[in-house]
Every structure is written in C-alpha cells, then in structure tokens.
C-alpha cells in the first residue's frame, strides 16, 4: 500500500487557476475511476470536493473540477480565492486487498 | 442533520488496548460503508480500515493488519475499531468517515470531528 504522489506544495494568486496532481500506478489510479479529492482547513475534518475523478458533490463550487489521465489524476481549481487556501488529498480506490489508498497531501498557498 | 461523532480516544500505554466508536445519525446507516480515516500530528491522512454495508467485506491498512479490527452494528448505528498492540506511532486523530456507496470505493462524504488518540508511557 504505497501512497499515491502529490507535489507537496503549490500557490495562485486570486483569480488564477492552479493543477494539483496526483500519481499512482496501475493497480490504483490507473485501474479504477474511483478518485476522490479531499480540501482541509486546519483544525477542520477533510471535506470532499470531488468523486469518481470528476463528480462535483452538491454544494462545491464549480471552480473545482477533476480528471484522470494514465496512472495520474489531477485536482484544477479555477478563480483562486482565498478560501481556497487549505490542505488537498487525494485517495483511490486500490482492490479488494488494499481497498483505499491516500495521496500525501497538497498545500494551497493563495499568494 | 447527518452526523457522525467518535468517541474512546485517550491516553495509553504502547502495548495496549482500546476501542473507538462512532455513532452515525440522519442517515441510513446500513446503506453504506464506513471507514477509519487516521491524521497523526502535523501529518497528512493515513486510511485505516473499511467495512462493506453488511460487514461482509473488510479491508485493513498493512500498518495494522492482525492489530486493529473494525465492526458495525446496524441496529445501532454505530461503528467500532478495536485496537490492540498499540505503538507509539498509532498516535493521532481518528476520523470516522461515511462513504458514498455500500462498498468500499474511498468516496468519504461525511466525516466526524474526530477522536484522538496517544500512545505513550
């Protein structure tokens, strides 16, 4: 169960658009459409901002939007805002004997 | 109001026991799987354990396999971590998280405030 490979830090200045990505292997990523994408505030539970690589859950902005590539899923976030600023992980699902499988995390600096 | 809220976390001595629960509500609790989500300090989130809507399908992280062991009653509502042999390093905040399907699919949509947990002599 090897965690899945986000850059560990990345900034936008308001209204610019930012790419966080995320890269697995073939047995997680690249095997399932089953990417989720997961925002953090400090001091706050993760919150889901997208599912199934590209599903926006009701109430997230239209700002955030996924996809998948290969064994790579990407995070764009478009019109920065300075709530944006927060921690994003990203998590897939790997199989039945390792089911789920976290990205290290991503820090989103709102310069 | 959907909600999930952990409890049992504490302070214990490496080597030993101690169980997490967590009660679901405003929801239907058998129509989904559940999960443990762990943070340690200053960390990023670690998957712990998955248990299918029927319990039926189990998954553990290797961290804690033959360690830790998760459990659901239904009728209850609620969730459970059993973990034993704690170490030093099973330090850290345990979230209980609801996912979108009756499976483990990793789509976490709702999650507690979390229970902490310390191992230390």
């Known amino acids: 169960q090897s965690a899945l490979t986000q850059p560990a830090s990345v900034s936008g200045s308001p209204g610019q658009s930012i790419t966080i990505s995320c890269t697995g292997t073939s047995s997680d990523v690249g095997s399932y459409n089953l990417v989720s994408w997961y925002q953090q505030h400090p001091g706050k539970a993760p919150k889901l901002m997208i599912y199934e690589v590209s599903k926006r859950p009701s109430g997230v902005s239209n700002r955030f939007s996924g996809s998948k590539s290969g064994n790579t899923a990407s995070l764009t976030i478009s019109g920065l805002q300075a709530e944006d600023e927060a921690d994003y992980y990203c998590?897939?699902?790997?199989?039945?004997?390792?089911?789920?499988?976290f990205g290290g995390g991503t820090k989103l600096t709102v310069l | 109001e959907v909600q999930l809220v952990e409890s049992g976390g504490g302070l214990v001595q490496p080597g030993r026991s101690l169980r997490l629960s967590c009660a679901a509500s405003g929801f239907t609790f058998d129509d989904y799987a559940m999960h443990w989500v762990r943070q340690a300090p200053g960390k990023g989130l670690e998957w712990v354990s998955g248990i299918s809507w029927n319990s039926g399908s189990i998954g553990y992280a290797d961290s804690v396999k033959g360690r830790f062991t998760i459990s659901r009653d239904n009728a209850k509502n609620s969730l459970y971590l059993q973990m034993n042999s704690l170490r030093a390093e099973d330090t850290a905040l345990y979230y209980c998280?609801?996912?979108?399907?009756?499976?483990?699919?990793?789509?976490?949509?709702?999650w507690g405030q979390g229970t902490m947990v310390t191992v230390s002599s």
């Open positions: 998280a609801k996912d979108k399907g009756i499976e483990q699919e990793g789509a976490f949509d709702i």
């Open positions: 998590c897939s699902y790997a199989g039945s004997s390792s089911y789920v499988v």
